[in-house]
């Protein structure tokens, strides 16, 4: 009988170290050994072979996963690279156990992000982001007209990404402030695509993933309730998990 091998990143990712893009990223660096030996791209790891990142033993996942729900103040940085950026949702944290984000939120905005150690969760969330919703509320420099809402719902080529963005919902809630649900995550998105329409991003506060609602001041993170989580697995339910949540058992509040 052949032996069971598993690619390096999924070892890393079900070993609730970091998500497969994390690991790769790691991988390429050099930072991952197997057996003492720094591994090529790809490579498989055997039954019995010991796997470090920065020197440190990563064994097999022996406790349930954890999922949270955080509200990112401004200023905190969603990277796991605590000795890069001293301002890291990591520290900011400093929860018992070693998690990471779900996508990101950019250093000036605010709002909902999820954290997990169940690297393949974030794969499915991050491999479906195209089709699950995001809801923002955004405020900006000048008064919103009505070609600017038509123009942000009806998408944007963004020249510098060489990418058109998705059409989305756009509601004006004032003068200044508008919200928007977006399909897509690209990169610094919705305010590029203010700063196309010669509009200046004041605030943005993501509100919203997919079914889970941000219910939290800022700087507080709260476990999933085991309702929201049999929901978003559900939402992106291409595969059956292997491993329970971590969850509350709670009255939702909204």
């Known amino acids: 009988m052949s032996e069971n091998l598993t690619r390096l990143n999924k070892y890393l990712s079900e070993a609730g170290y970091c998500s497969r893009r994390a690991a790769d990223r790691l991988i390429e660096a050099g930072r991952v050994t197997i057996n003492d030996v720094v591994p090529e791209m790809g490579t498989k790891v055997a039954s019995g072979d010991v796997v470090k990142v920065d020197g440190e033993i990563i064994g097999e996942r022996q406790q349930d996963f954890v999922y949270l729900a955080f509200n990112k103040p401004v200023g905190i940085v ?130 919203r993933i997919m079914n889970i609602k941000l219910d939290i001041s800022s700087g507080q993170h709260r476990e999933l309730t085991k309702a929201e989580f049999e929901e978003l697995n559900t939402l992106i339910s291409d595969s059956v998990k292997t491993f329970q949540p971590k969850t509350i058992d709670r009255t939702n509040k909204f």
């Open 78 to 207: 969603c990277t796991t690279d605590t000795r890069v950026e001293k301002d890291n949702i990591i520290d900011y944290i400093n929860y018992p156990k070693r998690i990471f984000p779900i996508g990101r939120l950019d250093k000036p905005s605010e709002g909902l992000i999820l954290l997990t150690d169940d690297g393949d969760i974030v794969n499915k969330i991050l491999r479906a982001s195209n089709n699950h919703e995001k809801d923002y509320l955004v405020t900006v420099d000048i008064p919103i007209s009505q070609t600017f809402i038509e123009r942000m719902s009806g998408g944007i080529y963004l020249e510098d990404l060489g990418k058109r963005t998705k059409k989305c919902k756009v509601k004006k809630i004032d003068k200044f402030t508008f919200s928007i649900i977006l399909t897509q995550g690209l990169n610094r998105q919705i305010r590029r695509m203010c700063e196309y329409l010669n509009y200046e991003v004041q605030t943005l506060k993501r509100v």
